[in-house]
């Protein structure tokens, strides 16, 4: 491998508001959860990198809004994606029945050549669940997806949910070398601890698009 090269992956959270989107991407480039959290306005872009198999990869993570004014905007910022998380909340039923009833179909018209990871976000809030995990699994199976159950509150969880994914890409897919510039800040998971966001303000290290 030549160590100047450097891999992209595209992965895209979609999902109602309030599943814990933007916890989840915190919670992964800063290993901290995000305890007050803004709703998000169109869909923000944050990175990382990491190595896989002694590739170095750029993750760009889009965090999508999941208000329904912001819903049109989606087939725009799915484009792309090599990887999408359908994040549904365990304790809102209705969180999960728009992943059934909306935001499969939306990923389906705008994506090729994906994997399709499907989260259960906040299993520390098990004594409130909703949906139970057979029911997320059975969802991942039928659309020949990935089921994690996860808590933005966790790193672990978080961690092992991305990482599984990028890898599952490499695996099927590979990556093309196609990243030659990129402006905004990365994080190395391998090489260097993460900047704290409570030092460096969140909007410092992101990218905004489709405000």
Known sequence: MNDDNIYSLKITLVGESTVGKSSIIYQFINKTFLENSFATIGCDKFSKTIKIKNNKILLNLWDSAGQERFKSLSPM??????????????????????LENYWINVVKDNT????????????????????NEEIGRKFAEKENGFFFNVSAKNYQSIEILIIQLATLYYDKYGFENDLKEYSFL????????????????KFKNKKSCCN
Do not use: R
């Open 77 to 98: 910022f799915l484009k792309g994606s090599n990887i999408v998380i359908l994040v549904y909340d365990i304790t809102n039923a209705e969180s999960f029945e728009k």
């Open 112 to 131: 090729e050549n994906i994997i399709l990871g499907i989260a259960g976000n906040k299993i520390d809030l098990y004594e409130k669940e909703k949906v």
């Open 186 to 201: 990365t994080y190395d998971l391998i090489s260097q601890d993460n900047n704290s966001f409570h030092n460096q303000s």
